[in-house]
């Protein structure tokens, strides 16, 4: 099964200030995470030209795909770039992650999250979505989405009903499995009337952690798992260390959390959903499936950022073969 993801295309760079003074500059409170706009990621760009930085492809969907494509998946990313150095060094990064690049151009600054390390390594972000979520329903073509058998989209999109619910339909009339993340749980109750619209009409496989389900239910994560299964084929709630929960056609299971104390859990569910799409498109079982994510999600906890570090891959192929067998 060869899976395409639809998300926010962003560049993670992450940046070691000398000192605090861009921080009132651009107008972002110390340690906050914000929205910024193009003005102010304009002014980080040019204030860090000279400083030391990392860059790598990032956006929720986009961590899944490339993942899953170390695993040895078929991966497809379909997101909007601008026409600069940035959208030119994200799509050779995602080529030589070997994810197939479904990219819709167009002028001006592509989207970007920039995490600024304070000397003192408290860490403030700005996040510039920039063409990210503009994607016009015609934009994604029947010949994006014929080549593949699953398409698995994040929760921030729903900010744009019209792409949701035209690549939704698209998919559903190809023959795809459409799986969706939740995201956020702010996200939840912005579109709730939408997602209690769109979910059972088109979502196979629900992904979402505790808050998200929640959010969306009113109830704790092992009733929200039952709840949320009668309205789609595999409902999975994350629950941090507690690991996870599955439902599926009134079956129920548990898999365990891996991994030690958390350094970073950023993209933990990035990582637990590409594990567990890994395992649906080898025919794995539904625990297997989300053992797999639940092993990718306890390597990435372990470090900074949400990628696993390229010289870990071997170890967990061998893993993976170990939960297969």
Not at 255 to 262: F, Q, Y
Request: hydrophobic share 40%; with cysteine.
């Amino acid at each position: 099964m060869n899976t395409i993801g639809l998300g926010n295309a962003l560049v993670d760079v992450l940046l070691k200030l000398e000192n605090d003074d861009v921080l009132p500059e651009i107008g972002i409170q110390k340690g906050a995470m914000d929205m910024i706009n193009r003005d102010q990621m304009v002014t980080i760009r040019t204030a860090q030209e000279h400083l030391p930085r990392t860059q790598s492809p990032g956006g929720s969907v986009c961590n899944t795909m490339r993942a899953m494509s170390y695993l040895g998946a078929n991966s497809g990313f379909i997101g909007k770039i601008g026409d600069d150095s940035v959208g030119v060094f994200y799509e050779e990064a995602i080529k030589r992650a070997g994810v197939t690049p479904h990219l819709i151009r167009t002028e001006g600054v592509s989207g970007s999250c920039t995490v600024l390390i304070s000397p003192d390594g408290e860490r403030t972000m700005g996040t510039f979505l920039g063409p990210g979520p503009t994607i016009t329903p015609d934009e994604i073509t029947e010949d994006m989405l014929s080549r593949y058998q699953c398409i698995y989209i994040e929760g921030y999109l729903l900010v744009n009903e019209p792409l949701v619910r035209a690549t939704m339909e698209k998919a559903k009339k190809l023959g795809l499995k459409v799986a969706l993340d939740l995201s956020n749980f702010n996200i939840v109750n912005a579109f709730k009337g939408m997602l209690e619209d769109i979910i059972p009409k088109y979502v196979d496989i629900l992904f979402s952690n505790e808050s998200e389900a929640e959010a969306y239910t009113g109830q704790k994560a092992t009733d929200a798992v039952r709840t949320l299964s009668e309205l789609v084929e595999v409902s999975l709630v994350t629950l941090g260390k507690e690991g996870a929960l599955i439902g599926s056609h009134g079956q129920f299971y548990t898999v365990p959390a891996e991994g030690g104390k958390p350094i970073d859990t950023t993209g933990a569910g990035d990582n637990f959903a590409a594990g567990f799409l890994y395992g649906q498109s080898i025919g794995a079982s539904l625990v297997q499936s989300a053992r797999i994510g639940s092993m990718l999600s306890g390597y990435v906890i372990d470090v900074v950022g949400p990628q696993i570090p390229d010289d870990k891959w071997e170890q967990i192929k061998l893993k993976v073969k170990g939960i297969l067998a």
